[in-house]
């Protein structure tokens, strides 16, 4: 990998993982796809039908086989705050990048967004209580931050190819 992306849903790991692996010209991985595939069920049904311990298990076997892949991985919210995925991304040699955003913009972002109850049903003081339980395990993982709140996706790509040095 060339940066794995962490943080809070609707930081923009996804539209910022797609953005910087097509500048730079590699691969972007997404972590939930990953599992996705490897089960043969969504992640909605993996927690329905194992729980999410199980979830948790393919996750972690997930990211350490994407460890070895080229290009730029994305991984789920939760992804650090479990133990066994914090040790392998601190340990790790590739760039970790936390994009970090307020509550109040994630709640912004996310609240019309029917893939992600999560958002609605917890509210912004939900959002703000998750997100301040997960922040220290992010800046912990982390080699860096990136604010997203007032940078457009290419604002962000941009920062993280600048801290990077990654040229075109």
Avoid: C, W
Wanted: aromatic share 6%; glycine share 8%; proline share 4%.
């Amino acid at each position: 990998m060339r940066a794995i992306l962490v943080g809070f849903m609707g930081s923009g790991k996804t539209t910022v993982g797609h953005l910087l692996a097509a500048k730079i010209g590699v691969p972007y991985h997404d972590l939930d796809d990953i599992v996705v595939a490897n089960a043969g069920k969504s992640i909605k049904q993996i927690f329905a039908e194992e729980g999410e311990a199980a979830f948790r298990q393919l996750e972690h076997q997930a990211l350490e086989a994407a460890m070895d892949d080229d290009g730029i991985l994305g991984t789920g919210g939760g992804t650090p705050i479990q133990p066994n995925n914090f040790e392998m991304l601190k340990q790790s040699d590739v760039p970790v990048v936390l994009l970090d955003v307020l509550p109040a913009t994630i709640f912004n972002r996310l609240k019309d967004d029917t893939d992600r109850p999560l958002a609605k049903q917890l509210g912004l003081d939900g959002l703000v209580d998750l997100k301040g339980q997960r922040d220290r395990k992010y800046e912990q993982v982390s080699d860096f931050r990136v604010a997203t709140d007032n940078l457009s996706p290419l604002e962000v790509v941009e920062a993280i190819r600048t801290h990077l040095f990654i040229q075109l």
